[in-house]
């Protein structure tokens, strides 16, 4: 069956002087649609003037039976083999980073079976494609339709099956829930536990597809894991229930709320150490929990990412120190920007620069506390044989609050009194 190419197909095909030139002008994905219409000769053309880097970021936008088709036409076996090496190892590397959401996340869920058709196809084009995928697979594909590489949904077999060959697949295209590899624990969740939606495509920085995931299998994996976080992070025993009777309800938190009561005390005696700073500067006052909120915010965001981290033995103690630098720079650039920010608030509401630079340096020198601690603290709760996500809040705000309450008071007495 004869397909019509298209403008950027029809332009390589017919202006060999240019081809090149022209080729890399256009986006990777642009790339990948229009070398798929190109003829067998061109193909090979083209592959023997792109370096190896321009052939794997073109590839790694189309799909795995695409991708076979193109490496045939790449004649030196040895330059094939380091393409696929190049290839496998980068998509190996973006699912794993995806699979690291739970430790128990294996590379079978993720689908690799599937064709990634232009919007532009008929029926009878893509059941053309269909047969000789399952003569090759022995197995019938997802089918995604993309337009212009960029993913538009799927069409259901159904359609394939009921409509005129002549029909374009756009006219049939449903929409699919997808997700970065790079999510979040918190957006995974949200996506297959809070929708419907029966199957999630993983896609690549550049929105290309990496694979499908079936949101049945995922479910399972996450079905626990919300509520685990939930509790953990709250100083909650896992074996706790909603129709636990008060006594137990008594039983299982009491220990960690005096502890925190104690913490509390800390944070309370160091501000008592600057009851006459207070007394004579009582605006202090206003800014006290904003610098002790921004650190604790700032310390849980690390703990999450560090508590992630260890379950799925990404990092431990003595594989921290770049970890826990890295929360610290971070903090230490955040508070930047949250310095300034607030250091402007104090200058212009209470018409005081010294109050400004004072607000400032509290702000850089408590969030990178918070990075500290909030990286260091679940690494030593997991050198003691505890559960790292377990009250670690409690410990990390102390902290925050102590050191932060400290620099911030501290700073006052010595530049403003």
């Not at 197909?9 to 017919?14: E, F, I, N, V």
């Not at 052939?55 to 083999?81: A, C, F, G, P, T």
């Not at 000789?132 to 259901?156: A, F, M, Q, S």
Request: proline letters at 3%.
């Amino acid at each position: 069956m004869v397909r019509t190419l298209s403008p950027h197909a029809r332009r390589l095909t017919y202006h060999p002087d240019s081809r090149l030139s022209f080729f890399r002008e256009l986006t990777v994905s642009e790339q990948s649609v229009a070398f798929q219409e190109l003829s067998a000769h061109v193909q090979q053309v083209i592959l023997r003037q792109l370096s190896t880097e321009e052939i794997v970021n073109m590839l790694d936008s189309m799909d795995m039976w695409q991708v076979e088709h193109v490496l045939s036409r790449v004649v030196s076996v040895k330059r094939r083999q380091e393409i696929v090496y190049r290839l496998k190892s980068e998509i190996k590397d973006k699912v794993d980073y995806f699979l690291k959401f739970h430790p128990q996340a294996t590379l079978s869920l993720i689908n690799f079976n599937y064709l990634f058709l232009p919007a532009q196809y008929t029926i009878g084009e893509a059941a053309d494609i269909i047969d000789e995928h399952y003569e090759e697979t022995g197995k019938y594909p997802e089918i995604l339709i993309h337009e212009k590489g960029r993913l538009l949904g799927e069409v259901p077999f159904a359609a394939l099956v009921r409509e005129k060959n002549s029909f374009t697949l756009k006219r049939f295209v449903l929409p699919l829930a997808t997700i970065s590899y790079s999510a979040e624990v918190s957006e995974i969740v949200k996506l297959t536990t809070g929708s419907r939606s029966k199957k999630v495509v993983m896609l690549d920085h550049d929105e290309s597809v990496l694979g499908i995931i079936y949101a049945d299998e995922l479910r399972p994996l996450l079905a626990q894991l919300p509520a685990e976080s939930l509790y953990d992070f709250a100083g909650v025993s896992g074996s706790e229930g909603v129709n636990d009777s008060v006594w137990s309800k008594v039983k299982y938190r009491y220990k960690w709320l005096i502890i925190n009561l104690a913490t509390g005390f800390l944070a309370a005696g160091v501000v008592g150490l600057f009851e006459n700073t207070l007394n004579q500067l009582v605006l202090l006052a206003i800014y006290m929990p904003i610098i002790a909120g921004m650190g604790g915010n700032a310390a849980t965001q690390t703990l999450a990412v560090m508590v992630r981290a260890i379950a799925v033995g990404e990092v431990t103690l003595k594989t921290s120190l770049s970890p826990i630098l890295n929360e610290v720079g971070a903090g230490f650039i955040n508070g930047l920007i949250n310095g300034v920010l607030v250091a402007l608030v104090a200058i212009f509401w209470n018409q005081s620069p010294l109050l400004g630079l004072v607000l400032a340096v509290a702000m850089v020198c408590n969030l990178v506390i918070a990075g500290f601690f909030g990286a260091f603290v679940p690494l030593i709760m997991k050198m003691l044989g505890k559960d790292p996500a377990t009250s670690a809040t409690i410990f990390i705000t102390t902290a925050t609050d102590v050191f932060g309450f400290f620099v911030f008071l501290g700073l006052a007495t010595i530049i403003l009194l």
